[in-house]
C-alpha cells in the first residue's frame, strides 16, 4: 500500500508512504507517529494549517487502481470526533464501522 500527500490545485508534492502490511482489509497510517512498517519514501509528511491537501492510497505503484482519495484541511481533520472518519470528501463523514462496511462491499 502506498499513500501519496499533494497540494491540493498546485499539486506540490508533500510525502509519499509506502508500507507491506495490509492487515484485515484496512491499513492506518498516523502522520505524527507512523508505525514501524510504514516508510517514508519522500517528503515531509508534517501539514500546515489553511492548506488543503488531496491524498491517495493505492496497492503497489498504483498504476492499477486508486483504493482512495480524500481532500481535507488540519481544520476539517480538526472537526472529525473520535471513530470517524472522511470518506472521499469532507462531506462524507462516516463512523469507522460504516467505512469498514462500505470499503467492504466496494472491494468485494
Not at 491499513?27 to 510504514?38: A, C, F, G, H
Not at 462516516?94 to 468485494?108: I, P, R, V
Request: glycine share 8%; proline share 6%.
Amino acid at each position: 500500500m502506498t499513500v501519496t500527500i499533494l497540494v491540493h490545485e498546485s499539486w506540490e508534492r508533500v510525502a509519499k508512504f509506502d508500507t507491506t502490511r495490509t492487515g484485515s482489509g484496512s491499513v492506518t497510517l498516523d502522520l505524527n507517529s507512523p508505525s514501524p512498517d510504514w516508510k517514508l519514501i519522500w517528503g515531509d509528511p508534517r501539514l500546515r494549517p489553511g492548506v488543503t491537501y488531496y491524498v491517495e492510497a493505492y496497492p503497489d505503484s498504483g498504476k492499477d487502481a486508486i483504493v482512495g482519495q480524500l481532500r481535507f484541511t488540519l481544520n476539517d481533520a480538526a472537526t472529525l470526533r473520535p471513530g470517524e472518519v472522511y470518506v472521499g470528501d469532507k462531506d462524507d463523514t462516516y463512523t469507522w464501522n460504516e467505512f469498514l462496511e462500505s470499503a467492504s462491499q466496494m472491494c468485494g
